[in-house]
């Protein structure tokens, strides 16, 4: 996926930090990533109607090839910064261990924040930026 694709502005601005809390590896699941995939389009966006959800298509293009994705083991203690249309994924979890991680993600505060994305507030806990 990308996760542009459920924090919709315009323009795109949206930056994923993955915090690793346990070491990742290909055993237990870490991230996989398409190498220069961000400068590729949105394919689809995640749009909230009322309790209705769906997936939009936007763009055709086919995902990456996954035998050109690159995995991205993390030590515990490690943070993944990523762009929001950078195609990843988990790969499939085949161990006994865990692998906690904290996921953040930010928008450019000056960017338009669409209402149809899936995480609105209402007007008495607004969404603010870091410097509001």
Do not use: I
Not at 48 to 77: F, I, K, N, Q, Y
């Amino acid at each position: 996926h990308q996760d542009a694709s459920f924090f919709d502005t315009t323009p795109s601005t949206v930056t994923g930090f993955w915090f690793a809390l346990e070491d990742a590896t290909q055993a237990n699941g870490c991230l996989w990533m398409q190498p220069g995939g961000h400068h590729g389009p949105l394919r689809e966006r995640f749009v909230c109607d009322g309790d209705a959800v769906h997936m939009e298509p936007l763009d055709a293009t086919p995902w990456p090839d996954r035998s050109s994705a690159l995995p991205v083991e993390a030590e515990a203690g490690t943070l993944v910064v990523f762009h929001g249309l950078l195609p990843h994924w988990s790969a499939p979890y085949r161990s006994d261990r865990s692998r906690h991680a904290y996921t953040l993600h930010a928008t450019d505060g000056r960017a338009a924040y669409a209402r149809h994305n899936w995480l609105q507030r209402g007007a008495g806990l607004p969404l603010r930026g870091f410097l509001d």
